[in-house]
Antibody, heavy 122, light 108 residues
Framework: QLQLQESGPGLLTPSETLSLTCTVSGGSVSTSDYYWGWIRQPPGKGLEWIAN???????YYKPSLKSRATISIDTSRNKFSLKMSSVTAADTALYYC??????????????WGQGTLVTVSS | EIVLTQSPGTLSLSPGERATLSCRASQSVSSSNLAWYQQKPGQAPRLLIYSTSSRATGIPDRFSGSGSRTDFTLTISRLEPEDFAVYYCQQYGSSTWTFGQGTKVEIK
């Protein structure tokens, strides 16, 4: 089973750029079986999909976040990353990375990291 | 973007009872692309059901999913103490993914 681990700064000030990395173990990001994705969850609230990427470079974004979010993948280091510019308090959330199952065009989020809390505060 | 609306917001039941959770989509969703997740406090979500009715690895058969087009259901046949949690539905369509707002199943 794949294991995912998020990392990144826990505290940002408004207008800064959020940068998160997901390290994958137990398998390669260079697989056609999965997309690699980011989901967030504000404290006490529900899940919000942010973006997915395929190792070949195809990217997919939540329309309302597309202007601020950039997802990328580093196949040589078996990691993928998320950058989000101009953060505000509304971006405070637990950020998860996850696999997205492409087999059979199912597109479910199969494996999840434990999440990393990002707080935006002045 | 397809909006998923889950109901009820909270379900208060006793262990051993049957739980029926609803997920309604604003547009038709392919049956292949509807999933359900369970989330317990302090934990990441866990995939329960994919493709509307297929159980993920290790999920007990008291969990079942059904539905089509815009109406989908997650049923827990007999609630065990460990089933009290928040449940989310999720869909894929037109290169975007969305989640419902969640249903909390609490102990009555």
């Amino acid at each position: 089973q794949l294991q995912l681990q998020e990392s990144g700064p826990g505290l940002l000030t408004p207008s800064e750029t959020l940068s998160l990395t997901c390290t994958v173990s137990g398998g390669s990001v260079s697989t056609s079986d999965y997309y690699w994705g980011w989901i967030r969850q504000p404290p006490g609230k529900g899940l919000e999909w942010i973006a997915n990427i395929f190792y070949g470079g195809n990217t997919y974004y939540k329309p309302s976040l597309k202007s601020r979010a950039t997802i990328s993948i580093d196949t040589s280091r078996n990691k993928f990353s998320l950058k989000m510019s101009s953060v505000t308090a509304a971006d405070t959330a637990l950020y998860y990375c996850a696999t997205v199952n492409r087999r059979g065009a199912v597109y479910s989020f199969d494996d999840w990291g434990q999440g990393t809390l990002v707080t935006v505060s002045s | 973007e397809i909006v998923l609306t889950q109901s009820p917001g909270t379900l208060s039941l006793s262990p051993g009872e049957r739980a029926t959770l609803s997920c309604r989509a604003s547009q038709s969703v392919s049956s292949s692309n509807l999933a359900w997740y369970q989330q317990k406090p302090g934990q990441a979500p866990r995939l329960l059901i994919y493709s509307t009715s297929s159980r993920a690895t290790g999920i007990p058969d008291r969990f079942s999913g059904s539905g089509s087009r815009t109406d989908f259901t997650l049923t827990i046949s007999r609630l065990e103490p460990e089933d009290f949690a928040v449940y989310y539905c999720q869909q894929y369509g037109s290169s975007t993914w969305t989640f419902g707002q969640g249903t909390k199943v609490e102990i009555k």
